[in-house]
């Protein structure tokens, strides 16, 4: 399993700036002060979330028939499968969201799915080295309860791969269109997202960031990552991979604006995004688990359900359920969960 460059890639393509200073996003990139999250908290007022937000457990689902199907465990961790293979997004088990487990976030609603109901896992895809979608904790199980587990990543996560015990054999390190083989008729590429990088080892974006897009022999499946909106790159993974059956999108998280927009879409953002990919069928996802930002616990999936509303999209087209919920993905066919 090893990592090749598409083709003769055009030169339109969104690509990551490298410096020495680390990776930048392309076209216009910010990066937040000190100085601006002191702004925040001292001119904005965060909504007050519940201590817990109960969730059903469930066991993971059976694999499915045919084609792709991803189940939400909370935030951004999916379980996702084809009748032979299983892989895991951005998985999350951990109480907390932070350095050391102990400082920051305390998670609200518990993950939906319980970890050792999990299938074999043949790889976890990661979207970038941010506490809540790069957990240590849970990474370790991972490699320690399925050795066969592979890690992938976007580029200069190797020190984190081997902390996480995912040792060069089990690690592999991509850049945006890179592309890998995951088994024979499943190629998954490194798709761009406009976001940064940063956590308490390391310095600023010196990992880059991004989402992934799994090409099955009967279905697609796009995973974004943290994103803000920028419509030249959603369009470019359309054009050069095709409309997804399913894309799981970041809803939650974008409050105040000012501080969120270049690294967090909105839910109308969201919309925008959806609309732009051709996706046949999407989840609202990032919201709920972890109280991050300003915005109420439950206004992500309503302002969703108006945008979607105004758009045109029937209900079920892109929708926020619970933790828990499975939609599936095939190929010229309605997708259900």
């Not at 083989?181 to 976001?195: Q, Y």
Request: aromatic letters at 10%; glycine letters at 8%.
């Amino acid at each position: 399993m090893s990592a090749e460059a598409p083709e003769a890639p055009p030169d339109a393509l969104p690509r990551p700036v490298k410096t020495a200073g680390g990776f930048r996003n392309p076209g216009r990139h910010e990066d937040r002060t000190w100085f601006d999250v002191l702004r925040w908290k001292i001119s904005e007022r965060a909504a007050r979330w519940p201590r817990h937000a109960p969730v059903a457990s469930i066991v993971a689902p059976a694999a499915p028939a045919a084609g792709l199907a991803a189940t939400w465990i909370g935030h951004a961790s999916f379980l996702v499968r084809s009748p032979e293979r299983s892989w895991l997004i951005d998985p999350v088990w951990s109480a907390r969201v932070g350095p050391f487990g102990r400082f920051g976030p305390r998670r609200v609603q518990p993950p939906a799915l319980d970890f050792a109901s999990l299938p074999r896992i043949d790889a976890v895809w990661l979207s970038h080295d941010h506490y809540d979608h790069c957990d240590l904790p849970t990474l370790r199980r991972v490699a320690r309860e399925h050795p066969q587990s592979r890690l992938l990543t976007p580029l200069g996560h190797e020190d984190l791969a081997r902390r996480a015990g995912f040792g060069p054999a089990r690690h592999a390190a991509l850049d945006w269109w890179d592309r890998i083989e995951l088994a024979p008729g499943f190629n998954l590429t490194a798709t761009p997202a406009r976001h940064w990088g940063n956590r308490l080892s390391g310095r600023r974006n010196q990992r880059l960031w991004g989402g992934w897009h799994l090409a099955a022999p009967d279905a697609a499946l796009f995973f974004s990552g943290d994103t803000a909106f920028d419509a030249e790159m959603f369009a470019a993974v359309r054009r050069e991979l095709g409309a997804p059956d399913l894309a799981l999108l970041p809803i939650g998280a974008y409050a105040p604006r000012w501080f969120m927009r270049e690294q967090h879409c909105d839910p109308e953002e969201a919309v925008a995004i959806f609309r732009l990919l051709g996706a046949r069928r999407a989840l609202g996802m990032h919201w709920g688990a972890f109280p991050f930002t300003d915005e109420p616990r439950d206004e992500p999936p309503a302002r969703l359900a108006a945008a979607a509303r105004a758009a045109g999209l029937a209900p079920d087209r892109f929708a926020a359920p619970p933790p828990g919920a499975t939609l599936s993905a095939i190929r010229g066919a309605d997708s259900g969960g």
